[in-house]
C-alpha cells in the first residue's frame, strides 16, 4: 500500500457471526481493488469477540475490528424485537467525522470514495430508497408495496437521479435501504435513534429493524442517493429501465446470497452471483496460496465451512 488510510472516515459493516465472513472478505477485496484510501472496519459482537479463531482470521486478512455491545429495544409486554441493532452503533462513533455504512453482502464495482466527500446537511444522514416492488409477491409486506409506489419509478431514467421527496409523495419514497448509508456521528444522534428504539410504538412489530428505524428518525432529514449506491440485485429486473451495468457502483446481494452456492441460474438476476464468484476466486487464491500456514489453516476452518464448496 503506498499510502496511509485517512483515520477519521471509515467504511463499517457488522458481522455478528461467522456466517457473512466471506461476504466481509469480498467486499474488502473489492473496496481495496477499486483503489479506496479509506479503511474498512469491522463492527463485531462481544460474542464473535469471543471466538478466537475467527479474530485470529480478521488479523490474518488485515482488517480491524470494532467490537461493539449489545443493542436491543426495551422489551414490550416482555417481549423484545430481536434483530441486527447493533447496526446503530456506529452513529456513537464520534472518533469518526465520516461513517459509510456498507452491508457484507455487496461488492463495489467502482471507486465510491466520493461519498466521504458528499455534502451532507447537518442532522442529515444520506441513503438509496428502498425498492418496495415486491416482486415476489411476498404476502407480509405492505399492500401498497407495488411498482408504482416505489421511490425507484420517480428517478430520472437516463441519469439515474433520484426524484425529490415531497409530502405529496407516496409514503414508500419515504422509505430507504440501509445496506449503504452516510452518516456523521454525534452523540445527540445517537442518543435520538436509541430513544426512538426504545419508546416508538412501530418498534415491535419492525421487520426491517434498524432500516424502519431510520425512516422514521430521519424523515424529512435523509438525502437520496441514486441507486447505484446501493444497487438490489432484483432491481435489474423490476427497475430495468433505470439499471445501467456500466453505472452501477455497489452491488447489493439481497434475498439469495452467491455464497450459498456455486450454482446459479442465468436469468437476469441471478446471473450477478458470478461477479461475487470472480471475486471471491481472488481472495481465495491470496489465502490459499499464502507463504503463511496460518493463513491457510484459518482460510480452511474459518472461510470454507460457511462457502458453499460446490
Known amino acids: 500500500m503506498d499510502f496511509e488510510y485517512n483515520p477519521t472516515k471509515i467504511w463499517s459493516t457488522l458481522l455478528t457471526n461467522r456466517g457473512y465472513f ?12 477499486t483503489g479506496s484510501r479509506y479503511q474498512l472496519k469491522i463492527m463485531v459482537t462481544r460474542e464473535v469477540e ?20 449489545k443493542i436491543e429495544p426495551a422489551p414490550r409486554d416482555g417481549k423484545v424485537n430481536k434483530g441486527t441493532w447493533e447496526k446503530l452503533a456506529p452513529w456513537g462513533m464520534t472518533e469518526y467525522e465520516r461513517i459509510v455504512l456498507l452491508d457484507s453482502d ?11 466527500t ?30 408504482e409506489n416505489c421511490g425507484f419509478a420517480a428517478a430520472d ?13 407516496p409514503k414508500n419514497h419515504h422509505l430507504l435501504n440501509s ?3 452516510i452518516l456523521q456521528p454525534s452523540k445527540a444522534a445517537y442518543d435520538a435513534l436509541i430513544d426512538a428504539m426504545n419508546t416508538h410504538p412501530d418498534v415491535p412489530k419492525m421487520m426491517f429493524f434498524d432500516q424502519d428505524l431510520l425512516a422514521i428518525v430521519y424523515r424529512n432529514k435523509w438525502k437520496p442517493l441514486p ?11 423490476c427497475h430495468s429501465d433505470l439499471w445501467k451495468d456500466n453505472d452501477v457502483k455497489i452491488l447489493h446481494y439481497i434475498l439469495a446470497k452467491p455464497w450459498k ?44 465451512p460457511v462457502v458453499a464448496q460446490e
Request: proline content about 6%.
Open 106 to 116: 455487496q461488492i463495489i464495482l467502482q471507486n465510491i470514495d466520493d461519498m466521504m
Open 261 to 304: 452456492s456455486r450454482t446459479y441460474g442465468d436469468d437476469v438476476i441471478e446471473s450477478t452471483h458470478k461477479l461475487w464468484w470472480d471475486y471471491y476466486a481472488e481472495v481465495e487464491e491470496q489465502w490459499t496460496k499464502s507463504p503463511d500456514a496460518d493463513k491457510r489453516r484459518l482460510w480452511e476452518n474459518v472461510v470454507v
Open 227 to 237: 441507486y447505484t449506491y446501493n444497487a438490489l440485485k432484483p432491481m435489474r429486473s
Open 50 to 69: 469471543a471466538d478466537t479463531e475467527f479474530m485470529e482470521a480478521f488479523a490474518a486478512a488485515g482488517i480491524p475490528t470494532i467490537v461493539v455491545d
Open 179 to 181: 445496506g449503504t448509508v
Open 157 to 169: 431514467k437516463e441519469t439515474g437521479e433520484p426524484g425529490p421527496i415531497t409530502e405529496q409523495s
Open 22 to 33: 466471506g461476504g466481509a472478505l469480498v467486499l474488502n477485496h473489492t473496496l481495496r481493488k
Open 118 to 147: 458528499m455534502d451532507l446537511p447537518s442532522g442529515f444522514i444520506a441513503a438509496a430508497h428502498a425498492c418496495t416492488c415486491n416482486p415476489r409477491k411476498v404476502a407480509h409486506y405492505s399492500k401498497d408495496w407495488i411498482p
